[in-house]
């Protein structure tokens, strides 16, 4: 759904995922964007987490899922304030 409010976003995990030949890491995609939009959550304490919570044999693929969220949101906002300046 296309909206043109500044308070919506469209991630494209699900494409992100399969690009990435992973589509069961469309959940860390959504993480790692909603790590760049929300203050409370922190990219090295979620990173922290990752690498914790998960085995070694998955966590490398889920880091890059996590980072590509959140890379992917953090070009929408640069490009939203360059709209608005």
Known sequence: METDSDRHYRIPAT???EEMG??????????GALTKLL??????????EIM???AAS???INLDAYDKGYQ???????E?????A
Not at 22 to 31: E, G, S, Y
């Open 72 to 78: 992917y949101i953090a070009k929408q906002l640069e």
């Open 58 to 60: 998955i966590a490398g």
């Open 52 to 54: 914790e919570n998960f």
């Open 22 to 31: 992973k589509p069961f890491v469309v959940n860390m995609i959504m993480l």
């Open 15 to 17: 494409e992100i995922a």
């Open 80 to 84: 939203r304030n360059k709209q608005s």
């Open 39 to 48: 203050p409370k959550l922190h990219y090295p304490t979620v990173e922290a």
